[in-house]
């Protein structure tokens, strides 16, 4: 189910500045800030200017962002583990 | 306090995207709601639209609902909003021409196409598991959206009582901005702030289009997209050593890059009602299955009314009064006055079965909720004044409710 659509005509679309499109880029870039820090994250998010470049960044984006959502969840696991044993908490 | 008050320790809250009242609940036969009829209409080109039946499953257009879209929708055609004026008395005839020529989302529909906007679905089959929910637990037909406008001002009412003054869909300069404090800002916090790190959780369905895993929660300051978690570990995480006062859930978008949000479950009209349908199913039957369901709160409800008709006129809402700079706030609306009305669905063990609640809410709620359960500060006036959920908690816990829905 987690298939990404292949090519689609309307790729070559424009976006649409106010759309809810760009807005949801703005969350996956600031996302890719928290990786990359703010130049590289402004640079790539700077080449997006068609759905079909939208498409791709998230594409590219998508599987490091919930690679490393997956890390933040198994230390916020470990961490209420500690909690729950009553072990000393290490810094979140 | 009632019991059930005194029992509720957790909080969830699924919000779904784009649907009216009118336009889900009118015609699922469920007596004593207040609801569209086949006397309710609306002109356009010299022609009538009643409401009825008969809803596609996929809308053919995206329903505008920017500020400008509901401002037709609700105090029809030629409407005008003047900044620092009150907002134009309201009689909802304008959702029909909206439809007919708004560009909001998008190309409008074919002519023959309009009176779309004004149909209402057989909930029973199109959405038989948010049906079950509503007859089973409370039916709340008085839920508005917190104003007139589009999803993310909305959205960031139920996270902060307030839009910090944003009356319209972010533009990307806004954005931009935005990234110097790492995200929106609430004057006041948000209720995440307010409850502590370990205090929430966060999670998003990650079934359907990959492209649509993006949770608008995390372009708030302060939240980020790593702290939201798969929906896949719900089930096991309620299991044991949950602590969480609250959690709210996201649907997927599905297909957001190309408008059609297709493979989401969010009930974009774009998309349909199937897969928020299943969700709904998915999210209840994980928390009544869990150790956690006699202790639990869940309200299911939609964002904003997706350009679909209602025939209710919003009333007076309190602005929130948070010291929100104006420069967000493009229309110059005062946020006082309620956007259109919503359905909204309460379930927990501690509710009557099959209630119809009529009290006036709007996302505030939830925080005037949280804040008069967990005993938190009110964030802005608009929670502060709002109603909350705790009178429909009972002295009784009831042992007649689902074990399971859906397939």
Redesign the interface.
Known sequence: MNAIPSPDPRDDQPLRDGSSLMAYLHILKKAHRALVGHDAAHRRFMAISTRGHARKYIEELMPLLLQERARHRSKREARRKEQRSGAPIAPA | MSAGQYNIQHVFVLMLENRSFDHLFALSGISGITAATSSCSNACNGATYTFCGGAPAQMPSDPGHEFTDVLEQLCGAGATYQKGQAYPSADNSGFVSNYASSKSEGTPPQPAEIGAIMCGVDTRAQAPNLYQLATEFVLCDGWHSSLPGP??PNRYFLHGASSAGLD??????E??E??VV??FDYPNGSIFDALG??HYRLYQD??????G????V??IKGV???????LS?FENDLKS?Y?ARYTFIEPG?G?????TY??GSSQHPMDGLEGGDQLAARVYNAIRNSPLWENSLLVILYDEHGGFYDSVKPGRATPPNDGATGSLNTNGFGFDVYGVRVPAIVVSPWVARGCIDHTLYDHSSVLATLARLFKLKPLTDRDRHANDLLPLLTDTCRTDCPQRIGA
Not at chain 2, 168 to 173: L, N
Not at chain 2, 213 to 216: A, G, L, T
Not at chain 2, 255 to 259: L, N, Q
């Open positions: 999803t993310w319209h869909s972010p533009t990307s300069a954005m931009s935005w990234e790492d995200g790190a370990d990650e079934l359907g289009s990959a492209l895993r993006v949770p608008q995390a372009s980020s997209f790593f702290d939201i978690d798969d570990h050593g602590t978008y297909d957001i890059v190309h408008g297709a493979g």
